[in-house]
């Protein structure tokens, strides 16, 4: 057994749960430590995955079935892929410790637990496939769990976001699929090395440029960037608290990864125009979302805009496409994910103590002063989603202006420092309202809320990795290295 | 052939596409039901019909290709997953709003 069997345990260990979870619905306990048991299991494994591409420094593959690359659909765990899955897994596997000492209706739900598992399988494949088709599917798996865990929300509107999440979402696969089809029909192959070798070989096929376009509009919704954006704040803010911190955080991490596949792999010959466009996009969403953060009036919608404007920051990084430049994408990435998803939870922990279940400010304005443990990672939750130090927030705003600096990007790097600012105006303001403001004199908070463990255990990790970045930085720095070696990857996967 | 193909793709995208606009939730719903039948042809025309004999068949000739018609079979099954879902959720949301004018479904602009 090769190290690249591996692969499939973060795919089959929560799909395994999740079939398992369902059979043991009436089993509530037993159910609920399964599910933990299985995330911490496939979290176990991708950090095994991690280890193992440290140790023999070239990508992971698994031929499904025994056939060969193009003919078969491969699995293929290079820095970038594996990188991401063990992301989406340390930040889904906290989610769940969060669903476990949550007290919303949703998590008592007879299959919260196990479509929580089969998003996880969905994301964590979307990363790990090497098959354009493949990736189709594992998306579809990843909205279907996602949109009904949105419509058996506690919010009465929960149905009406994932009508609207799900509508948008089928439409964006019917962009891929027929990106796929034009694809295939232009170069005969969906396996994501043999395309890229395809491509660059005749870059000129009549449906390539349509392709490409539909390819990144799929993404595009994906990660919610400004003009596909509509659906994004609704969806993440109805959602039960453990699932919309997990949508912010890493399931629009989807978009990002499939960029970076875009630019660094599949479409090599059009790597300038794909940079432009996701510079321009990304300067327009870190204003939008700042914006937008600074007149919501509900702290997770707030949150959830604020996630349009930090995707910006990500997706200018890789616009740029230098190695220091996708390093601090990459890092950037990673933090984010960790940050947002804290905030989250706490937004809805807060929530969760207020006299009516809503994260609206007029509801939760002083509801904070019965939890200031929540009060102060909140605190610090602020300011890493600012850059200060000694927050990790810091390390990668820093990265990004660097990069912005060595490639001599000076007008780019004075706007992004204008989107930083209205960061900390928002979530200060978020802060002030919720911890420091008087309640409402009808208020009487309820006595107990959602348990804080999830989001203190990230946010510790927020403040390690703010003073120790070092094995972040690394990691980073290695898969920015491979991403611009798209040959190693394509000689991996097809054996020569 | 190929003329034929192509005019039924465009005309149930065109068909597809009106429906999606309409402001009654049902008939945007069964304009993705439409739109997903267009593209599962135009997956179909990509290389399906290179040849008229079944593949893996060990008959003499040239073999139609077999992986846009699994492609197109996974599509299927996906497709009518996914509508169950969407008529599940248009069936609650217009018993909740006794109505399926999209202009009448607003709970989340407040």
Partial sequence: MSLGHL????????LAAAGLGLLLRKQVTLQRGLSLAAMLGSLAASGVLLAGLRAGNSPLVWQAGGWPA??????????????????????????????????????RYPTFFPLYLTM?????????????????????????????????S??????????????????????????????YASYGTLNLADLAQRIQAVPSKPLAGLSMACLMIFFLVKSAVVPFHFWQPDFHAVSPTAVSAMLSSVVV?????????????????????IGQTLVALGLVGVFFGGLAAIGAAHAKRMLAYSTLAQIGFIL??????TPLALMAALVFTFNHSLIKSAMLMLAGAVASRAPVKSAAFSVIQGVGKSTPIGGVLFFLGMLALAGIPPTNGFINKLLVFRSAVEDGQYPVLVLLIAGS??????????FMRIWWQPAAEEFKPKPGGDRLLAPAVLIALVILLGIWPQALLQTASLAADWLLEPLAYIQAVLGN | MDLITALVIGTLFSIAIFLLLRRNVIRSAIGLIVLSNAINLFLLSTGAYSGRISPYAGQIGQPSDALP??????????????????????TLLTSRYESADMDDLEGLKK
């Fill in chain 1, 253 to 273: 991490k989807l978009g990002v990864y499939g960029f970076l596949r875009m630019r660094t792999l599949l479409f090599i010959p059009w790597e300038e125009q």
């Fill in chain 1, 316 to 321: 200018v990084a890789i616009g740029w496409g």
């Fill in chain 2, 69 to 90: 018609q699994a492609l197109i079979l996974t599509a299927i099954v996906i497709s009518m997953g996914g509508f169950a879902l969407v008529m599940g959720l248009i």
């Fill in chain 1, 421 to 430: 600012v209205l960061t900390i105006l928002y979530s200060g303001r978020a």
């Fill in chain 1, 7 to 14: 692969l499939l345990l973060p795919i089959l260990i929560p």
């Fill in chain 1, 120 to 152: 996880t399988t969905g994301l964590t494949g979307a990363f790990l496939t090497g098959d354009l088709f493949n990736l189709f599917v594992f998306s579809e798996l990843l909205v279907i769990s996602a949109c009904v865990l949105t419509a058996i």
């Fill in chain 1, 70 to 107: 193009p003919a078969g659909i491969s699995l293929v765990g290079d820095w970038l892929g594996v990188f991401m899955a063990f992301m989406a897994q340390l930040v889904l596997t906290a989610g769940m410790v969060y669903a476990l000492g949550a007290r919303d209706y949703a998590v």
């Fill in chain 1, 154 to 183: 506690d919010d009465r509107y929960g149905a009406e976001a994932a009508y609207k999440y799900y509508y948008i979402s089928l439409l964006a696969s019917m962009f891929l699929l027929i990106a796929a089809g034009g694809l």
